[in-house]
């Protein structure tokens, strides 16, 4: 059984940083790609950022360029988001995907239950 579980998100103030990552197990991911989606009360569920399987190919949302980074690390099968700089509209369910190619789509194969960011002002 394939799953995606995120470490706990968390509350931080504006300015502040968090770190997230997300293991993956149940079948190998050599290939994949995994990355973050987000979704903050009453939006869509918006792309974030992603990772290729080698690390050659990162993509991040406009919204969290130069502040936002992510990593991966294929021995574990973890992916991190480091994120500094945070303010207010950072505040979202943060979900961690996984799906075949150089990035993840909407309809990405395999998904995170969703851990909680919260940021005040």
């Known amino acids: 059984q394939v799953q995606l579980v995120e470490s706990e998100g968390g509350l931080v103030q504006a300015g502040g940083s968090l770190r997230l990552s997300c293991a993956a197990s149940?079948?190998?991911?050599?290939?994949?790609?995994m990355g973050w989606f987000r979704q903050a009360p009453g939006k869509d569920r918006e792309f974030v950022a992603s990772?290729?399987?080698?690390?050659?190919?990162?993509f991040y949302a406009d919204s969290v360029k130069g502040r936002f980074t992510i990593s991966r690390d294929n021995a574990k099968n973890t992916v991190y988001l480091q994120m500094n700089s945070l303010n207010p509209e950072d505040t979202a369910v943060y979900y961690c995907?996984?799906?075949?190619?150089?990035?993840?789509?909407?309809?990405?194969?395999?998904w995170g239950q969703g851990t909680q960011v919260t940021v005040s002002s």
């Open positions: 149940g079948r190998t991911f050599s290939g994949y790609a």
């Open positions: 990772i290729s399987w080698i690390g050659g190919r990162i």
């Open positions: 995907a996984a799906d075949s190619g150089i990035t993840i789509p909407p309809t990405a194969k395999y």
